[in-house]
């Protein structure tokens, strides 16, 4: 079984900064990419930031510039440093991993269960 542990959420207000933390644990032989999703109300789930054990990474353009995401292939753990943050930014922010089970050799998806960042005006 495979966990991923998130932490960082918070209240901020706009322009200021929040850091979220994701970290795997478990059966895990190796990871393929990890990512960070948001999901705001009434909306459908969408790609923030995402980063390849190569460390080739994409971001949404609406984070182009704000926010820096990162890895620690030892630790398998993912950071995203958001900066200038703005109102539109609150969201439940989910870490994502693709890996391979150590146990069954198979690959699957895992999600975090999502830390709530509010960005007030």
């Known amino acids: 079984q495979v966990q991923l542990v998130e932490s960082g959420g918070g209240l901020v207000q706009a322009g200021g900064s929040l850091r979220l933390s994701c970290a795997a644990s478990?059966?895990?032989?190796?990871?393929?990419?990890m990512g960070w999703y948001r999901q705001a109300p009434g909306k459908q789930r969408e790609l923030v930031a995402r980063?390849?054990?190569?460390?080739?990474?994409n971001y949404a353009d609406s984070v182009k510039g704000r926010f820096t995401i990162s890895r620690d292939n030892a630790k398998n753990t993912v950071t995203l440093q958001m900066n200038s943050l703005k109102p539109e930014d609150t969201a439940v922010y989910y870490c994502?991993?693709?890996?391979?089970?150590?146990?069954?050799?198979?690959?699957?998806?895992?999600w975090g269960q999502g830390t709530q960042v509010t960005v007030s005006s």
């Open positions: 980063i390849t054990s190569s460390g080739s990474t």
């Open positions: 994502n991993a693709d890996l391979r089970s150590s146990s069954s050799w198979r690959r699957y998806n895992y």
């Open positions: 478990g059966s895990i032989f190796s990871i393929n990419a």
